[in-house]
């Protein structure tokens, strides 16, 4: 018997039919590719770590350059010689786990790397009243301990994050940043290479130990950065917003690491 196709039904059935199979090719296709898009954001985020510590593959003044996805596990695991978990509740640390405890932790998901942590989720948690979880990355720059922490915030149009690298004195030793949709050319810059080196040797502290951040500032009458004790950094040119939100997200989620700082000071005293 024909099939009459000039039927609305008919027409219903096939759009049903339509999105069910494509529906399922989709599902099967992101379920295939789910294995290769994890381990390329596992091999993203220890590049990102990597290089606010300093260890990539620049060279002279040109773009930044990461470590290769086929080193960075190996570096990964040479360079970072522990990873720190501090839970944290309205400022206040209330455990600190090493990568093994966290690893195991019930609540977390056991097997769960810390610096695989969604950042954006503890962000949400903090705001719900709960505790959050703060990773810490420990490595070596030229024989000084670093330790390289995470950072997130909101750009003009969408999130900026990134990773800052500090030593005992909070003195920053480098970072990364990186943006979901800030303009070409203007607030995307901040991943260029010329605005990272800039907070090289910046102070997040006061002299007499007050968390004061930094400052992505126009017209700071310095623009090569020879100051390091002024707090600021010269800002892209038509890129305020994105500028302001760098600002933002270096004093907010900087500051949450200050105890964690200031017992480190203690107990060197």
């Known amino acids: 018997m024909a099939v009459n196709t000039d039927k609305n039904s008919y027409t219903i059935f096939f759009a049903i039919a339509m999105v069910v199979v494509v529906g399922s090719l989709l599902a099967f296709t992101a379920s295939s590719l789910r294995p290769n898009i994890e381990e ?6 220890q590049q990102n770590i990597l290089y606010a510590l300093g260890v990539n ?10 470590i290769s996805t086929s080193k960075v596990a190996e570096a990964f695991e040479t360079n970072i010689s522990e990873q720190i978990v501090l ?3 309205d400022g206040n640390i209330i455990k600190e786990m090493n990568r093994d405890e966290f ?10 790397e810390p610096y695989l942590i969604d950042i954006k989720k503890e962000q949400s948690k903090a705001k719900n ?3 959050r979880y703060l990773p ?57 290479r010329y605005f ?22 126009k017209g700071n009458n310095d623009p090569v950065n020879s100051d390091k004790d002024d707090h600021a950094v010269d800002a892209i040119a038509g890129s305020t917003i994105t500028g302001d939100g760098v600002t933002a997200m270096i ?19």
């Open 87 to 89: 839970e944290v509740k």
């Open 196 to 217: 990272m080196d800039d907070f090289y040797g910046e102070r997040l502290l006061t002299d007499v130990g007050v968390f004061k951040g930094i400052t992505v500032a």
């Open 40 to 45: 390329n954001e596992r091999k993203e985020k």
């Open 129 to 131: 009243g709960e505790s």
């Open 251 to 269: 004093k907010k989620d900087l500051k949450l690491y200050l105890p964690y700082f200031m017992n480190l000071k203690n107990n060197n005293n």
């Open 136 to 192: 810490i990355f420990k490595g070596q720059q030229d024989g000084k301990t670093v330790y390289v922490v995470p950072i997130r915030g909101k750009g003009l149009w969408d999130a900026i994050w990134g990773f800052v690298a500090l030593d005992e004195e909070m003195v920053v030793r480098g970072v990364f940043f990186d943006h979901a949709g800030e303009t070409p050319g203007l607030g995307a810059n901040i991943k260029q």
């Open 57 to 66: 593959e620049n060279e002279g003044t040109g773009d930044i350059a990461f």
């Open 103 to 112: 690893m195991s932790s019930k609540e977390q998901g056991a097997g769960k």
